[in-house]
């Protein structure tokens, strides 16, 4: 803005000095010039007392006088034409001024208002997101809702829980019940097994030993012919042996007894285990 204002300043001065001098418009010498040129030639015409030459000069004079008034109404004419001008300038530049300083005004008013106008929008963007985050959230009767129906859930899984555990409990108590049972009942049939072996033995003992004695009998009718003294002593010794044979009898039936007595005793304790069984269930 200053350089146009200077520039424009320029130019005026530069038109001013050229309607003063009239440089731009006029050949040859300035009116001036002519003027003073003539008053000479007039002086010396007037010196010389040339009568012809005076008029001539005299004439040459009052028109160069005549066009330095015009000159110089001409300039006067233009001079207050261009003071016109620029005063008519200076009112436009100071309008223009007053306008431009309006409009920066307007600007930053207008500025001010779209920077409080974002503001605004941009807090009712946030104010309109966190609406729809509360509207999202349900209210306070169905919270409380859904959370007595996850307590009463949490309460139901709990039962269930527990009774499972007694369920689960149960069945470890029938299960090792069950596992004693086939315990007792193994190491009964293992003891019958062996019962029955030993009676196998006994049996097979009391072959041999009948059998002995029979040989022994034939034996001893043989020798009892060859005397009544041999006879007694083996006789003696058979009843002996007899005896012997029969307390192993004895002793072995009282073995096979006792494992009865035993194996009787398994069955009963494997029974009441199965009642027990039978109440758990129950």
Do not use: C
């Amino acid at each position: 803005m200053a350089q146009r204002q200077g520039a424009a300043i320029d130019r005026d001065e530069i038109i001013r000095r050229r309607f003063d001098t009239q440089a731009a418009s006029v050949r040859g010498p300035g009116a001036i010039k002519r003027l003073l040129r003539s008053f000479l030639d007039m002086s010396a015409a007037a010196q010389a007392g040339d009568q012809a030459r005076l008029a001539e000069a005299g004439n040459r004079t009052v028109r160069e006088v005549w066009h330095w008034e015009e000159d110089a109404k001409r300039r006067a004419i233009t001079s207050t034409a261009t003071e016109r001008e620029l005063e008519h300038y200076r009112t436009l530049k100071e309008e223009k001024e007053a306008a431009v300083q309006a409009v920066r005004a307007t600007v930053a008013t207008r500025k001010r208002e779209l920077e409080e106008a974002q503001a605004w929008r941009q807090r009712q963007e946030e104010y309109e997101a966190k609406r729809k985050k509360i509207v999202a959230v349900p209210g306070r009767a169905s919270t409380i809702k859904k959370i007595q129906d996850t307590h009463a859930k949490i309460d139901a899984i709990r039962q269930r829980e527990l009774a499972v555990e007694a369920a689960i409990a149960l069945r470890k108590r029938q299960v090792q019940l069950l596992v004693a049972a086939a315990a007792d009942l193994r190491r009964s049939v293992e003891e019958d097994d062996l019962v029955v072996s030993m009676d196998e033995a006994a049996l097979e003992r009391l072959r041999v030993l009948e059998g002995q004695r029979n040989v022994r009998a034939l034996a001893g009718e043989n020798d009892a012919e060859e005397g009544e003294a041999d006879g007694g002593g083996e006789g003696r010794t058979e009843e002996a042996r007899g005896d012997a044979g029969d307390a192993e009898a004895g002793g072995a039936g009282g073995e096979r007894s006792e494992q009865q007595q035993t194996r009787s005793g398994q069955d009963t304790r494997g029974g009441s285990q199965a009642g027990e069984m039978e109440e758990g269930e129950l």
